[in-house]
Nanobody, 120 residues
Framework: QVQLVESGGGLVQPGGSLRLSCSAS????????MGWYRQAPGKQRELVAA???????SYADSVKGRFTISKDRAKNTVYLQMNSLKPEDTAVYYC??????????????WGQGTQVTVSS
C-alpha cells in the first residue's frame, strides 16, 4: 500500500526555522511531482511549494526567499525548509504527490497533515 508520511511540524517562535519531511512508502515506479500545501483555520488550502521529477521548483509569493523545497529521489522524500517563520505561516501543512505510479495504483496522494504553529 502506498502512502505519504509527514513529520517535522511543531511550535516555533517568530523568526525561527522548521524542516518538514514527507516520505512516500511502497513500491513506487515514479512520481510526477511533490509539493506542500497548507490550510489555516477558516481559509482555503493553498499551494506553498512544489518540485517536479526534473527538479523544477515553484513557490507561493508569500514564502519566496524564506522556504526551500528539495527532494531525495532515491528515497521518494520531499523536504520543506522553512526559515524566518511568521505567525501567518501557522497552518496545517499537507504533503501531496502527483501522479504516483505503482504496479497497482495510479493517482494523487495526500499526507495526513502536520501542524505548524508560529507564536511567541
Amino acid at each position: 500500500q502506498v502512502q505519504l508520511v509527514e513529520s517535522g511540524g511543531g511550535l516555533v517562535q517568530p523568526g525561527g526555522s522548521l524542516r518538514l519531511s514527507c516520505s512516500a512508502s511502497g513500491s513506487i515506479f515514479s512520481i510526477n511531482a511533490m509539493g506542500w500545501y497548507r490550510q489555516a483555520p477558516g481559509k482555503q488550502r493553498e499551494l506553498v511549494a512544489a518540485i517536479t521529477s526534473g527538479g523544477s521548483t515553484s513557490y507561493a509569493d508569500s514564502v519566496k526567499g524564506r522556504f526551500t523545497i528539495s527532494k531525495d529521489r532515491a528515497k521518494n522524500t520531499v523536504y520543506l525548509q522553512m526559515n524566518s517563520l511568521k505567525p501567518e505561516d501557522t497552518a496545517v501543512y499537507y504533503c501531496n504527490a502527483e501522479r504516483v505510479l505503482t504496479s497497482t495504483f495510479v493517482g494523487n496522494l495526500w499526507g495526513q497533515g502536520t501542524q505548524v504553529t508560529v507564536s511567541s
